[in-house]
């Protein structure tokens, strides 16, 4: 049993407080009497804990925030009453199509908006769940327009119906489907895809570059979200047996409710939007029977600001404070068998050839036709004064931006063009200059998302992670969380995520910024150990010691041009250099 | 029928103005802090509102109340500002968005508290009154509403390039940090900035409000118009907002020849999504 839990990243604790919910919501479920109104509503509260916990597998967990979540909703409804009523399929096998129609939904959203700004999603979802309602409300022979749609009502037939005496029946089926998103939820928060979708909230640009594809990883999620509310959508006309555009496309009526009552609860918490529906829908009801007519709108201003009030407040909702009473699961831990480098070419052999690497912004070009190759097992270090390019040139070559002209090849496969993510795949990861790290994430995890693009499972991308972290020399429990770290620690850490995405041309840009000499020293060890496990390295440096100690050659950069390549002592004796970058006070260096 | 076209064009230029004045407030505030104000189209309401009061207690015309409308939208815009936004700036989007949408609710609802549901209007002498150019009709409420829409943008042109504020607003909207380290105060220039989105809006509700009726939810009537029109326009591009404005209202107005009523709004969708396809920074290729 502990083993099982474990496995699930599920603490003792955490499970008997499931198992008490489950419990108290079944005994509910019996108790209340099947025909009266309480059980109704607590039918609804838990239908939309099922919706909501739906919109929080995007707005939560992947930090897009919907505003048009109704759209699925609405298609699921609509999907499958016009299905039953015009070719008498079940809402059983309704509620799939209905499914299957919310993730085509999903991505036809997803699709255009994952690689632009978060906003763009935001107004795409209003957008679309706007176009669909007025469309429902025009072809009223198809939708009955604003008249709506009644289910119709087959006594006989019950269970293929999907129609049963009193709410007891639907109660159960909604909670059933509670526990299915619930249980995605448990996947999205403790399995890869939760650390990946931490890991792109944190930052997108350093997640793409230690190898997630963040495109991927997003659309995943808007597909399940998509997909689940679609099916809530079919509950709900089941349920209610009536659906009308204004209702199940509505914004207030459905897309808001479900932010609210996730906000509510607790954003980002696999229970939050459980804990925000069981409050806000049977609050809702009582406003509605008790604010009628012109007081209804006493009842939305309030609504507003209550919201107001709670983003100022308490922006994490009311689950909050109990997160991090419970104790967590002790993570499981592959035996450590994982060797870090991939490289295979043999010392000496070209392994990473660029050839005319130019980029262009506006009239200014920060890198003009450079080229040069690195070997395999060679340090090569990249020089230039402040705006000479080399930064640029790595974000080049790590595919976090693409060149105006030239290419960059490892080992035959041509790089120019692929998404980051793809780069760091085929071996070639840059690590961040003033670093930029998964703040919120622990020292442990921050790592384990880079080992993912070469594990297949947690444990073992934790056991290549420890693997990376003892290289560097950081203690994986120094700290809570990496926000927590000093500048040297962030700096080991920044290479050791690097490093575990087991590349085979590591890129460090300015990963000795504002160390002591000591600490300098140690840094060139570890470099030096990790060229022997067969790793080529570039490094950006502006400790000229350091970078003369270190290398095996030199590439000289000024205003994005290269200016001279060789051994470090020649390149430093070299008049372009001296004049450009290196100046009197080190011409005494090498 | 080219006639009916071209009848379409005028008025569509002449209600794209208004667009352009409203969306322009959104593109400066989500230029300065990269918030979307969901709660921006709820500043025209309150703009009618507010030149509605005026014009039944005093009969002032709405136009010649722009600049009360504006001040008393900027004052409680900036006010809102400092209360309400400044302290979710560095929140996470999820805050910043939800906390415009609450302030919405509370703006639509406190409008309907104040001045029941029902339909407002003025009686102006112009209200139906028309020049005729060759077969061209053009409604002197329409053109007055986009003369007054003119003037506003251009005075805003004129605060954005030729007032050490307006510089340090520019400036800011390009980099932040930079901004801050040539000793520009950001919060006051953000509260400005709200201010100015938000009044901008209230003086879109003022000029229309000769030919439109206000009540609460009138302000969802323009949000998605709007929302396509930045978006259109490049997100926090003011020059974007003006031409996406112009161009939005032409095939708004135009597609009314072609189409039901109920399915002109589709056309705007069909630009939004046309935009997010295959021009995400927007007609004048600002920063995406």
Known sequence: MSGFLRGLAVSRAEALCILATVLAMVALGLLMEGDGYNLRILTLAVLFAGAATAWNLVGGFANLISMGHAAFFGLGAYASTLLFIHYGLSPWGGMLVAGFIGVLASLVIGIPTMHLRGHYYTLATLAAVELLRILALYFTGLTGGPVGLSVPYLPNASFWAFQFEGSRPYYFIALGMLAVVLAVSYGFDRGPLGYRLRALKNSPEAAEASGVDTTRAKLIANAWSGGLMAAFGTLYAQFQFFIDPDTVFGFWTISIKLAMMTILGGIGLIWGPFVGALILVPLDEWANATFTGNSAALSRFIYGALLIALILIRPNGLLSIVKGRLPTARPQVAPATAVLTTADAAPGDPLLVVEGLTRQFGGLIAVNEVSFTLNGAEILGLIGPNGAGKSTTFTLLAGLDQPTRGSVILEGT???????????????????????????????DNVVVAGLLRCPTLAQARALGLEALEL????????????????????????????????????????????????????????????????????????????MAVADRIVAMDHGVKIAEGRPQEVARHPKVIESYLGGEHRDVA | MTEQILQAIVNGILIGGVYAVLAVGLALVFGVMEIVNFAQSEFVMLGMYIAYAVFAAVGLDPIAAVPIVFLAVFAFGAAVQRLLIQPVLRAPMVSQIFLTVGLSFVLVAGAQLLFGATFLSVVTPYQTAALTFGGLQVSVPYLLAFLASAVMAALLWAFLERTDMGRAMRATSQNRTAAQLMGINPTRIYMIAFGLGTGLAGVAGAVILPYAYVFPTVGHNYSLVMFTVVTLGGLGSVSGAVVGGLVVGVIHAVSAVFLPTQLQNVVVFAIFLATLLFRPSGLLGAKA
């Open chain 1, 414 to 444: 041509r790089l120019t063009g692929l998404p980051a993510h793809a780069v760091a795949r085929l071996g070639v990861v840059k690590t961040f200059q003033n670093t930029a790290l998964f703040e919120d994430m622990s020292i442990l």
């Open chain 1, 472 to 547: 560097v020399g950081l203690d994986p429990d120094l700290a809570p969380t990496a926000g927590e770290l000093n500048t040297v620690d962030r700096l080991r850490l920044e290479i050791a995520r690097a490093v575990t995405t087991r590349p085979k041309v590591l890129l460090l840009d300015e990963a000795m910024a504002g160390l002591t000499p000591q600490e300098t020293d140690l840094a060139l060890e570890m470099i030096r150990r990790l060229r022997a496990s067969g790793m080529a390295i570039i490094v950006v440096e502006h400790n000229m010691r350091a970078v």
